[in-house]
């Protein structure tokens, strides 16, 4: 009995790893020629230790690879949403079938395609969709190796066409992993050959997301609101909390300028009080998780009500005109279809089920009506409703299959009752080129730069491949900077500088919509607000001036002359900048301190601080050097002349505000006030000692 299961599940295998596409009076066309790749969007540096592909030939070697996710017999295509596989069949050909072989293992990110378009062209150049070829039979095949890996199989036949070159244009989710591409058919054509001819891979729109697609709104920044039991400070955000965000405050904490013109109240990591997730991943919710979402966002303490309170404030500090409104974004909770009883939402006395597409419509339609609702009752003056985020960073259609379709009707329910629908996919991730389709008022991709180490090799290069990507499908951009800022500000703050120094360059600065993350809480740029270090506090002062679209990075940082030689008077204080020039912020290291006086150098406005020793006067000199992302880029040797002339001691003493003598004045003094305690507690014990001896 042993042998025979043993020799069942050899012959199994062997079936499982033999061609089964092909019939015997089929040719192979494909068999040995050679492959090129090309990826949907500019991706040459970005995730670029994940693109080298150089095994091309393996797709077309006749070698049926297992569902092993380790096999490296598999060729393996990372984001960029798509490739176009192109095969040249060396001559022209008859072609009527296209077969190949994915992986599919959606825990591991291995997903095959959603759909393959098969392209014929006699040349190489022009291309011509082939018929019948959108959305081939797909079937799923379950591996020998495993039960979560599985081998999709996609048989397309096409009208006979004639063709030298053949192109497989698939979508890629985040790995698409390929064996095989065969090509069926006979060598020589009688058939004429097409002119219907079309791009595999569309024509960019060449421009971003217009700016006014949300009827003024152009600075989004992203609160989060909801259930944190762990952390209530999260999700609760008070007035003082909006403050920095709607109105622009100086180091000195007096309100200058508007900031933000929205805010977008998120969900934390999804959570609900029944512990499932309000977001596209994790268990169905229920009711109460909803109405407790909206009972975070209407708190009588926190949220919307804090806001309306700091945006009057500041309306008041500027004297700004009373109709001024800061716009809100809220969350919508992701509807799950399931078998849970969700709750009576539509007042029939019976508790209901989530248990099909139409329930999601309805729901999501329930919850916006209690949204308006509420909003309407409260009566706000200084904040506006103006929509609603799409909850979901992609369309992949791993979690549900109605997830394109549920984003489209969402959308529309939406529009029926004026609001906008902005979405915030990740970078690259699936759906950024249906925005149209969709019918979103706009789409705002994450660089994602911030947080991802596979995208930081080269941070300005992966920057350009985003603005291409957005130019592309006509995308806004999402603003990232990482929490850890606040405890490495030179190190991590590098990554956003970067958007800040890439966005203002390439125009997406002024050219388009940004929404801005910077945690929950108070979030980052709270910090910076109030930090008193200049290299936290110029985040929040350069994000104020990339909103006013007034930022500027020249090519060169610094000026390449500058003044070498200063003088000042006897006991007198002379300032000079650095030359740093634009909003370039830079470090400084002094190098070698002045023998006679002392240096010091202010970061925030780009100057240093020379004071000379008294009564010195003369020649001093000092060398100091300018760092940017901790290299150094200019070195500055500075001789300074102290004219001459006498200074009274008194004189000398007053000039002094600050440095190294006053603190050793200082010390000195207190050094001996403490003797003089000492000596006088010393005599009151020697006199007490003294009348305890007569007594005795």
């Keep these: 009995m042993k042998r025979k299961i043993a020799v069942f599940l050899l012959v199994f295998l062997l079936l499982s790893l033999l061609p089964t596409s092909a019939g015997a009076d089929e040719t192979n066309l494909a068999r040995g020629k050679s492959a090129t790749v090309e990826t949907y969007i500019e991706n040459s540096k970005s995730y670029t230790e994940h693109q080298k592909v150089d095994n091309l030939a393996l797709l077309t070697d006749g070698d049926y690879r297992p569902a092993d996710f380790g096999d490296s017999g598999w060729v393996k295509f990372y984001r960029a949403t798509g490739r176009v596989l192109t095969i040249d069949l060396g001559e022209i050909c008859t072609v009527e079938r296209v077969f190949t072989r994915f992986m599919q293992n959606s825990f591991a990110g291995v997903v095959a395609p959603k759909m393959i378009t098969v392209f014929a062209s006699c040349d190489g150049t022009n291309f011509y969709p082939a018929e019948n070829a959108q959305g081939g039979e797909c079937e799923f095949i379950p591996s020998y190796y495993g039960a979560t890996n599985y081998i999709a199989s996609y048989n397309i036949s096409v009208s006979p066409l004639r063709a030298r070159y053949v192109a497989l244009s698939f979508d890629v989710t985040v790995n698409s992993f390929v064996d095989e591409v065969e090509i069926y058919g006979s060598v020589g054509s009688v058939l004429p050959e097409r002119k219907d001819f079309t ?124 109709e001024y409104r800061v716009s809100v974004y809220l969350t919508v909770p992701y509807p799950k279809i399931s078998d849970k009883d969700f709750g009576d939402y539509n007042g029939d006395g019976i508790s209901d089920k989530i248990s099909e597409y139409a329930d999601c419509l309805a729901v999501t339609d329930w919850f916006m009506g209690e949204v308006e609702k509420r909003f309407a009752e409260r009566n706000y003056e200084n904040i506006a409703l103006k929509g609603y985020f799409c909850n979901s960073e992609g369309l992949t259609r791993q979690n549900y299959d109605y997830e394109y379709d549920f984003a489209r ?69 999402q603003m990232e900077i990482a929490d850890g800022v606040r405890w490495e500000p030179d190190r991590l703050g590098a990554f956003y500088m970067q958007y800040l120094i890439s966005a203002s360059r390439s125009g997406l600065m002024t050219d388009t919509i940004h929404a801005y993350y910077n945690g929950a809480g108070p979030g980052v740029f709270y910090d910076c607000a109030h930090s008193n270090k200049p290299n936290m506090r110029i985040y929040y002062d350069l994000t104020h001036k990339f909103i006013k679209g007034t930022l500027d990075f020249p090519q060169e940082k610094v000026k390449e002359d500058y003044d070498s030689e200063l003088t000042c008077n006897m006991g007198e204080e002379v300032y000079s900048e650095t030359g740093v020039l634009g909003d370039w912020y830079c470090s400084y290291r002094i190098t070698d301190q002045t023998n006679h006086g002392y240096t010091v150098m202010n970061d925030g406005e780009k100057s240093f601080k020379y004071r000379p020793d008294r009564n010195f006067s003369g020649e001093d000199f000092f060398e100091y050097e300018i760092l940017y992302g901790g290299e150094v880029i200019a070195t500055r040797s500075i001789k300074i002349t102290v004219k001459g002339g006498s200074v009274s001691e008194t004189e000398a003493i007053e000039s002094i505000d600050c440095g190294a003598d006053a603190e050793q004045g200082g010390s000195m003094g207190l050094i001996l006030a403490i003797i003089a305690v000492i000596a006088v507690f010393a005599l009151i014990l020697a006199v007490f000692l003294s009348k305890a001896r007569k007594k005795k």
């Excluded at 934390?268 to 975070?296: E, F, H, R, Y």
């Excluded at 759906?431 to 706009?442: K, Q, R, T």
């Design 409 to 477: 009707d969402a959308a529309e329910l939406m529009e029926k009752r004026g609001l906008k629908c902005v979405m915030i996919p990740y970078y690259q991730a699936v759906g950024i080129d249906a925005n149209d389709e969709l019918g979103f008022e706009a789409m705002l991709m994450q660089p994602n730069l911030s947080f991802n180490p596979d995208l930081q090799d080269d941070p300005a290069g992966m920057m350009e491949d985003f603005a291409a990507t957005a130019k592309q499908y006509g995308l806004g951009i």
């Design 199 to 322: 791009d595999i891979i569309p024509a960019p729109k060449g421009e971003y997301l217009d700016r006014n697609a949300l009827d003024g709104d152009t600075d989004i920044v992203c609160f989060h609101a909801g259930y944190s039991p762990e952390d209530e400070k999260l999700v609760n955000n008070d007035k003082d909390a909006f403050m920095p965000y709607v109105a622009y405050i100086d180091e000195k904490g007096r309100v200058t300028d508007t900031m933000f013109d929205s805010v977008m109240f998120l969900t934390l990591q999804g959570k609900c009080p029944s512990g499932a997730n309000l977001t596209i991943s994790g268990a169905p919710t229920v009711m109460s998780d909803w109405i407790a979402l909206l009972d975070s966002y209407f708190h009588e303490e926190y949220n919307l009500n804090a806001l309306d309170a700091a945006t009057a404030d500041m309306k008041k500090q500027l004297s700004l005109d009373p």
